[in-house]
């Protein structure tokens, strides 16, 4: 299942970063196969995402932006059992230790702001060893060269993704996909 996910982004790098149910539409109908959902709550987390799979793309669920659950183990068994997302994005290692033990696709994302965040990103996956990682912010093709150099697992960049240049430039550096809230480059 794994390789089939990193798959699909590979084919289709371009992810839609929902941040609002109404950009959830648009979402489904674009080009995108992946789908990052960054709004969610407690409430309607469950038929977004199966608004996602049944649409047939691939729906990870920002457990940090999900409202109105907690973010301990038994959440995140709740999540992974009764919300049933493709995967799981966390800027928080204790959540991405978790949802790996319980068998679940992790993407981690990491904020990139001087050397020391660089080396501590490196060090981190190397020991919790996410499926993916998200780096932020995306627009910076040296680091994102950097980072696949020094690690064997797929990194997705994002943040401040604004034009198909900043997507073509991250894929050159060795990015396998892109996310963006970007409507106009879902399309690409």
Not at 55 to 78: P, Q, S, V, W
Not at 119 to 143: A, R
Request: hydrophobic share 45%; net charge neutral; aromatic share 6%.
């Amino acid at each position: 299942m794994n390789e089939t996910l990193i798959d699909k982004v590979e084919l289709n790098p371009v992810i839609a970063a929902v941040q609002s149910e109404e950009d959830l539409e648009p979402a489904i109908n674009s080009r995108v196969s992946t789908i990052f959902l960054l709004c969610a709550d407690i409430f309607n987390a469950k038929s977004l995402v199966h608004k996602i799979k049944n649409a047939g793309k691939n729906a990870f669920i920002h457990i940090d932006f999900l409202e109105g659950i907690g973010k301990d183990a038994k959440a995140i068994d709740y999540i992974i059992q009764v919300i049933q997302p493709d995967g799981i994005i966390s800027t928080k290692s204790s959540h991405i230790k978790i949802a790996r033990e319980k068998g679940a696709f992790t993407i981690q994302r990491f904020f990139l702001i001087d050397n020391k965040s660089f080396e501590m990103t490196i060090k981190s996956v190397k020991s919790i060893k996410p499926d993916m990682i998200e780096i932020m912010p995306g627009v910076m093709p040296g680091i994102i060269y950097r980072m696949t150099s020094q690690l064997s697992i797929p990194v997705i960049a994002g943040g401040l993704i604004s034009n198909k240049q900043d997507i073509m430039e991250a894929l050159k550096a060795g990015a396998i996909g892109a996310s963006t809230s970007k409507k106009d480059l879902w399309e690409l």
